[in-house]
């Protein structure tokens, strides 16, 4: 059974950090993925990055100021949030894709398997 488990949201101020986690278990995933959805919006992108973590995408709101990453011993996903805006404020969810064949945008919603339940993000102005 898949599990992923997100930790590491809060509140923090403007030009703050801080550094999600999502414990990924019961499966085997070929990408891993943060999206991000604030109040009245749709859930978007945030950033994305293969099993082995050469290669990663990110959102044009998202690079420069976030990292994403994995530690595959412990099965962890990470994003480190830095400098933060108040209009980075919403619930960030971790997603995983299972491993198979074909081509797939990383961006789209519809292209992950399983979601995490979200951590909630605030930042202060």
Request: charged share 15%; glycine share 14%.
């Amino acid at each position: 059974q898949v599990q992923l488990v997100e930790s590491g949201g809060g509140l923090v101020q403007a030009g703050g950090s801080l550094r999600l986690s999502c414990l990924a278990s019961g499966g085997t995933f070929s990408h891993y993925a943060w999206f991000r959805q604030a109040p009245g919006k749709e859930r978007e992108f945030v950033a994305a990055v293969n099993w082995g973590g050469g290669s990663t995408s990110y959102a044009v709101s998202a690079k420069g100021r976030f990292t994403i990453s994995r530690d595959n011993a412990k099965n962890t996903l990470y994003l480190q949030l830095d400098s933060l805006k108040p209009e980075d404020t919403a619930v960030y969810y971790c997603a995983v894709r299972i491993s198979r064949s074909g081509s797939f945008y990383v961006s789209g919603t519809g292209n992950y398997d399983y979601w995490g339940q979200g951590t909630q993000v605030t930042v202060s102005s």
